[in-house]
C-alpha cells in the first residue's frame, strides 16, 4: 500500500503569485484532510473532504486559499497573491471512515517559502 | 472549543532512560478519540496510537506505552529504555466525535509538540 504522496516536496515563490500543490491519499481512502505546520508549532487543521464534497474550512482559511477533490481522489490547494505569512509546511492527510474509526496517515509536506 | 497542551516543549535524556511525554486535553464532548504521532526530522508525521474516550485502558507497544485518564483529562507517552531512533517531535491530538454515531468528526486539533532528544 503506498502512502500518501504530496507535490511538490518544497515551492520557493515571490509574494504576489500564485501556488498549486496537489495530494494523492492512500487509495481508497474517502476523507482527505489539509494542516498547516508552521516552525515549532503543530499542525493547524485548513480543511476537509468526505469524497468530493468539501465539509469544513476553517477560519485560518482565508479567501485567498481554495481546496478542490474534483473526483474524490487527488486534492489541489491553491494559494493565490501569496503573501510571506503564508510560508509554512502544507501537510495532506487521509483516512478511511468505517464505524468508529478515523486514523489520519499523513503525507511528507510542501515547504513552502514565499520571498 | 477542544485544546491540547503539551507543556513540556523540549525534554534530554541519555539513552536506555525512560520518558514520559504529558498531554493533557480540553473537550466538551463525550465521544472523543486521542492520538499521538511521531515526526522525525525527515518531517513526516507518523501514527503511533488512537485511543477512544470510553476506553481507558492502558496500552503497551514495545518499548511504549500510553496511560489514559480521563479523571485528570491527561494521555501520556511512556517510552521505556529510549533509543537515539526515538529522537522526535512527539504531537499528541484530539478529535471530537461531534455527533451520536461516534464516528470520528475528523478535525485533528494538535498540540505544540514535545521534541524529545535521546543522546547516545
Known amino acids: 500500500d503506498t502512502g500518501v504522496s504530496q507535490n511538490p516536496r518544497h515551492k520557493i515563490t515571490k509574494r504576489g503569485q500564485n501556488v498549486t500543490f496537489r495530494c494523492d491519499p492512500i487509495s481508497e481512502h474517502n476523507r482527505l484532510y489539509w494542516y498547516r505546520q508552521t516552525l515549532g508549532q503543530g499542525p493547524e487543521f485548513l480543511t476537509y473532504?468526505?469524497?468530493?464534497?468539501?465539509?469544513?474550512k476553517s477560519r485560518l482559511l482565508s479567501d485567498r486559499f481554495s481546496a478542490e477533490r474534483p473526483k474524490g481522489s487527488f486534492s489541489t490547494l491553491e494559494i493565490q497573491r501569496t503573501e510571506q505569512g503564508d510560508s509554512a509546511m502544507y501537510l495532506c492527510?487521509?483516512?478511511?471512515?468505517?464505524?468508529?474509526?478515523?486514523?489520519?496517515?499523513f503525507g511528507p509536506g510542501t515547504r513552502l517559502t514565499v520571498l | 472549543a477542544q485544546k491540547v497542551t503539551q507543556a513540556q516543549t523540549e525534554i534530554s535524556v541519555v539513552e536506555k532512560e525512560d520518558v514520559t511525554l504529558d498531554c493533557v486535553y480540553e473537550t466538551r464532548d463525550t465521544t472523543y478519540y486521542l492520538f499521538w504521532y511521531k515526526q522525525p526530522p525527515s518531517g513526516e508525521l507518523v501514527f503511533l496510537i488512537r485511543r477512544n474516550s470510553f476506553d481507558e485502558q492502558n496500552e503497551i507497544s514495545g518499548r511504549y506505552s500510553w496511560n489514559f485518564q480521563k479523571s485528570t483529562s491527561s494521555f501520556n507517552f511512556t517510552i521505556t529504555a529510549s533509543q537515539v531512533v526515538d529522537s522526535a517531535v512527539y504531537f499528541c491530538a484530539l478529535s471530537e466525535a461531534g455527533n451520536a454515531g461516534g464516528t470520528s468528526y475528523g478535525k485533528l486539533t494538535f498540540g505544540q509538540g514535545t521534541i524529545l532528544t535521546v543522546h547516545p
Open positions: 473532504f468526505q469524497n468530493e464534497a468539501q465539509l469544513e
Open positions: 492527510a487521509s483516512s478511511l471512515t468505517t464505524s468508529g474509526t478515523d486514523t489520519q496517515y
